[in-house]
């Protein structure tokens, strides 16, 4: 199970933090990635972190606003996202894989569990 927190309400420029804890499973041994979706758009991929956390990919419109990191000590991922922008706003999923390969990390049908998703608006 995946329960993602840090949503909220924030100003242009403004920086949230998201967590996606897990339970029940070893944690160290899988993919995890976030993915958004906006009102009336599809799900799409913003980032992904490897089982150690030495590999990290991002979606471009994000790239040096967001970070991404894992403590496996406390079965947490980590979403920082800085200087953000209203086209952010979306609810964020957070997901995980065991067995997902690198050349589908970005694909949201690949994974294999999933959070319950968490609100985040950025205002104008």
């Known amino acids: 199970q995946l329960q993602a927190s840090g949503g909220g309400l924030v100003q242009a420029g403004g920086s949230l933090r998201l967590s996606c804890l897990t339970s029940g499973r070893t944690f160290s041994s899988y993919v995890v990635g976030w993915f958004r979706q906006a009102p009336g758009k599809e799900r799409e991929f913003v980032t992904a972190?490897?089982?150690?956390?030495?590999?990290?990919n991002y979606e471009d419109s994000v790239k040096g606003r967001f970070t991404i990191s894992r403590d496996n000590a406390k079965d947490t991922v980590y979403l920082q996202m800085n200087s953000l922008k209203p086209e952010d706003t979306a609810v964020y999923y957070c997901a995980a894989s065991r067995t997902i390969i690198v050349s589908d990390i970005t694909r949201f049908n690949r994974y294999d569990y999933w959070g319950q998703g968490t609100q985040v608006t950025v205002s104008s």
């Open positions: 972190i490897s089982r150690s956390g030495s590999s990290t």
